[in-house]
């Protein structure tokens, strides 16, 4: 009892100290979609799509979403309107992974790693699969006190910070150390846990404790019912979103509720073996959207659609009879996310040319479609000869030429930056990539702000192979409003 007023009194605290701010964002449903239910592996192996429990945005128009209880990720292809309304969204593709598990929360890493950490929800554990074959590239260590996990009650979320690349999990309702499961009378604390990527292997950092709302009805028959932590995000250079899911005899039967996180003051836990009659401070939360969507599970943040408004999509667990393949399209309004939204890294390797050691591609300027400064640079080409750099929807690294071709159409197509120009006496080259022009700036290549787009120099080089032609390395680069 004692256990219960003290948390109780979090939770008026909690609410009290996170009361609307000017410039608070806010979260408004933008509809939904259905999707199929079939996919196919990178073997060529086709398999039923079915308790998507997570999903991560890729760049561009490409999302990826985890399945519960297997060993398959399915690829979509995602369109949002101005607004975040879904203007088209279907599944593309499948990923057959090296371990079958109850996974449940997924977050991509980026375009230059091209791989997903994924939580375990069964073994508590966060892992790192390769999206090129399905290997298993990592496992982060996991701290012991999330060996006392409720059943079916583990890690049930995940979040990659981009930049830092520290990730953020969470169990699904309190361990049996910490207090006791949630009830419609009653919340249950769970602990964020931070890995920190700064290690050479990311390491176990912080713990906080966060309260999740009680259910939001009474117990169906058999005392079944639950109120949980499902999902996180991590806005760049921002704070936390989390996703919590009710499911009692009420209308709707589910419940779903946004909150922003605030961890400012929150005790670090990390050290206590129990919460359960410990003293702490929890994390403080801001409800920014509450509603009906079935069995909603996963939430991702995607590109930023307009001055003030950035996508969010959540994911439907069919595992249930009222629930569906379905994804839910979320606006998040104010304050545009900063931090990550516009990067350019180098990918894949050059080859050996007439002038050295092989091209190099770079960029000048921002990667803003507004700014439109961006400006594709080489260096160590082969002077005097023709280059042309071009772009596409994917990567890639095949024999071509003399070198390797590091760009694909990824379903998006290749284009060119023409005409050819050409290359100086210092073997430098550069192309400043309009905005406004086709194809860059209209047509199937359009760069928008959120997409992701793989760049290479091709060139001239006769002196130096039998191709007569060579290649850069490539250039990754996701773009911002």
Known sequence: ?????????????????????????????????????????????????????????????????????????????????ADGSLVSAGIVAGLTLEESRDFEGVAFTDAVGESVLVSDEDVPSVREFSLIDGVLLGVYSTPGVFDHIRSNRGFESLARRCGSGDSWTANEEALTVDGPASTPTNPTVVRLLRHDAAAPDPLPAQQYAYLVEPMHGAFLPGQTGQSGLCDLVAVPDGPLLALERSLALASPLFLSRIFQVDLAGATDVSSLPALDGAAFTPATKTLLWSGPATNLEGLALGSRLSANLTGLLGIVDSGDPLSQNRLEAFALIGPPPVGCSCTATGFCETSPNSAGAGARIGATGEPSVSQNTFTLTATDAAAGEYGLFYYGGGQAQVPFGDGWRCVSSGGAGTYRLGPPQTIDAAGELERWVDFTQPPAGSGPGTVEPGSTWFFQLWYRDPSAGAAGFNLSDGLSATFCL
Do not use: Y
Request: glycine share 12%.
């Open 1 to 81: 009892m004692e256990l219960m007023r003290r948390l109780l009194f979090l939770v008026l605290c909690a609410f009290l100290g996170a009361l609307p701010a000017a410039g608070q964002w806010s979260v408004e449903h933008r509809g939904f979609v259905l999707l199929g239910d079939r996919a196919v592996d990178q073997h060529g192996t086709p398999f039923s799509v079915g308790g998507l429990s997570g999903i991560t945005h890729a760049g561009g128009t490409t999302w990826v979403c985890v399945m519960d209880n297997s060993d398959k990720l399915v690829i979509l292809d995602v369109v949002q309107a």
